[in-house]
T-cell receptor, first 113, second 113 residues
């Protein structure tokens, strides 16, 4: 059974820092990995989708990498801003999973002005 | 942009009531999903559907049913609401096939009293 783990569970950094969020998964047989952002009480906003054949994806100040063989992904946020404060969720679609997303528990990020 | 619309942001219902949560997507996606999200438990899949009139149980289907009479609409039904069904409910959709990400709605916060 696929399991997704995100470390750390919470992170607080001063504004302007570059930071890395980590995601690991136990079964490397995946189709995709998707990073989401969730603001308190709101739904999930898709940030980046990495297909299994890709190594990374970039959108603005965000860069996500995928190392399928080791079961790891990182989300890099450059020049963090207070507006980046949110919970970040990593999820994978496994080849055995019938197109179902399996989520990590998330990293709650706080950027201090 | 794909839109997934959940009809209610907040709902308060009484124990024993039959509750309908509605979800509509506007991009002709084949797949639709219902998740619930609880602190400490993360996102858990309740039901999903690959096509009209098709449904599959997720990880926690007990106490719920679903209906998909039209491709764009996927309804979650709580047959007899209980207090342990107080939660945030999230609907999502995706195209069929691999290589695609999910799009989520803004969520429905359901409180059962």
């Amino acid at each position: 059974k696929q399991e997704v783990t995100q470390i750390p569970a919470a992170l607080s950094v001063p504004e302007g820092e570059n930071l890395v969020l980590n995601c690991s998964f136990t079964d490397s047989a995946i189709y995709n990995l998707q990073w989401f952002r969730q603001d308190p009480g709101k739904g999930l906003t898709s940030l980046l989708l990495i297909q299994s054949s890709q190594r990374e994806q970039t959108s603005g100040r965000l860069n996500a990498s995928l190392d399928k063989s080791s079961g790891r992904s990182t989300l890099y946020i450059a020049a963090s801003q207070p507006g980046d404060s949110a919970t970040y969720l990593c999820a994978v679609i496994g080849i055995q999973g019938a197109q179902k997303l399996v989520f990590g528990q998330g990293t709650r990020l706080t950027i201090n002005p | 942009d794909v839109k997934v619309t959940q009809s209610s942001r907040y709902l308060v219902k009484r124990t024993g009531e039959k509750v309908f949560l509605e979800c509509v997507q506007d991009m002709d996606h084949e797949n639709m999903f219902w998740y619930r999200q609880d602190p400490g438990l993360g996102l858990r899949l309740i039901y999903f559907s690959y096509d009209v009139k098709m449904k599959e149980k997720g990880d926690i289907p007990e106490g719920y049913s679903v209906s998909r009479e039209k491709k764009e609409r996927f309804s979650l039904i709580l047959e007899s609401a209980s207090t342990n069904q107080t939660s945030m409910y999230l609907c999502a959709s995706s195209p069929s096939g691999t290589g695609y990400g999910y799009t989520f709605g803004s969520g429905t916060r359901l409180t059962v009293v």
